[in-house]
């Protein structure tokens, strides 16, 4: 008994071992609505796992093999759907066949078929992460565990003596891994949300100003290692200071979620949607052409400026907006230059009338900076 009780913690420890490097494969939590690719590693990472807890087997009679090889699948029924549960099903039930042909081995392949199928009906029934779900799949687990172990050992004179140890540490082993499982993914969901709301504007639901410099840095990067074209879309919104002297910060709030939807609704796909700070807002463009570029400013210039923005109050507020554009390396000679380039482009369309688009050029850039009086 002493030795069968040291060769199930040997099957706990590697369990929760394995439960932990898992997590690691994958910086969201892997679900059903997982990548194909990402779920079919799963469930041969899970097979894997079943297959090293089957070497630490325990063979109390002749030709009867007891581990915790059915808590992988458990796992993979439970939180990843059916794809990487038939996988490390079929590979248990292959292995063990592999080992020998007999009637433990044939319900050791109905034990773990009817742990696949039983899990993914109850996660799909009730709440996935319920206290009262996970202990309803750990006792189906720890029933069919027994039910199976009555089978094959029924004319052992041992068989008390396993099932008080056995028992007891598969319903321990299926809730720890569970409850694993669930903080991991927890703990990685609650992550993600803190990454996205640390890189969101909260009034626009756009980008910040941090995540568009983590982004522009990635973009230096890419380009120092292969170059292709990289454009930055400056914007500002005309007169905006007047809109909250005259009709309030409420309306002016009004004005900006409006604003970030036009250019949201202009650029789709296209950009990199930034709101840098108060009414300035930026869009990152990758392999369009200079001449692409300004179409894509002008058509957002006349999505601002032609439909008036509508205030809580009913009001009709017309604004403009005004652009400028730097494309490296057509008008920008260093990506590191761009946002400063874009910047002088802008200056120059609101100091030449506003709500108007201005490529970058090194004219313009003598012109700002040392102006003829």
């Known amino acids: 008994m002493k030795t069968i009780l040291y060769d199930l913690l ?13 997590g690691k494969l994958s910086p969201h939590p892997i679900t059903v609505d997982s990548k194909r690719s990402v779920r079919i590693l799963y469930g041969i990472s899970l097979s894997l796992l079943s297959w090293m807890l089957m070497q630490l087997t325990i063979e109390p009679v002749p030709g009867v093999l007891v581990d915790l090889r059915h808590i992988p699948v458990i796992v993979a029924a439970y939180f990843a ?9 079929i590979v248990i039930i292959l292995y063990r066949f592999s080992i020998s042909l007999n009637s433990s ?3 050791a392949a109905l034990f773990i078929t009817l742990i696949a199928v039983g899990t993914s009906l109850l996660v799909k029934w009730l709440p996935i992460y319920s206290k009262r779900t996970f202990t309803l799949v750990t006792v189906y687990a720890t029933v069919l565990h027994g039910i199976v172990l009555i089978y094959v050992l029924a004319d052992s004179k041992l068989i008390m003596d ?6 007891p540490a598969s319903f321990i082993s299926s809730w720890l891994a569970l409850v694993i499982i669930r903080d991991i993914r927890l703990t990685k969901q609650s992550m993600r949300t803190w990454q996205q709301t640390a890189q969101r504007d909260f009034l626009t639901g756009l980008h910040n100003f941090r995540a568009f410099t983590d982004h522009f840095d990635d973009l230096k990067q890419q380009t120092i290692l292969q170059q292709h074209e990289v454009a930055l879309i400056t914007v500002d919104i005309d007169h905006f200071k007047h809109v909250n002297d005259t009709f309030g910060h409420e309306a002016g709030d009004e004005v900006l979620r409006q604003f970030a939807s036009r250019l949201r609704d202009g650029v789709t796909d296209a950009g990199f949607i930034s709101r840098n700070g108060g009414e300035e807002f930026s869009v990152l463009v990758e392999q369009l052409t200079d001449v692409k570029v ?10 601002i400026a032609t439909s008036p923005f509508q ?6 507020l017309p ?3 005004s652009f400028g554009v730097a494309h490296f390396p057509k008008s920008t000679s260093e990506i590191q230059q761009l946002v400063t380039d874009a910047d002088v482009a802008l200056y120059h369309s609101k100091q030449n009338g506003r709500n108007r688009v201005t490529l970058f050029t090194r004219e313009l850039e003598v012109a700002v900076t040392h102006p003829v009086d």
């Open 105 to 107: 081995a044939y319900a």
């Open 311 to 316: 205030l809580s109050n009913g009001a009709q």
């Open 81 to 89: 759907g059916p794809l990487p549960t038939a996988i490390v099903t």
């Open 10 to 22: 040997h099957n706990l420890t590697l369990l929760m071992s394995g439960f932990y490097l898992l």
């Open 162 to 167: 396993i099932l008080s140890v056995v028992l």
């Open 319 to 321: 604004l403009t907006a």
């Open 294 to 303: 300004l179409v894509l400013a002008e058509q957002l210039r006349e999505r």
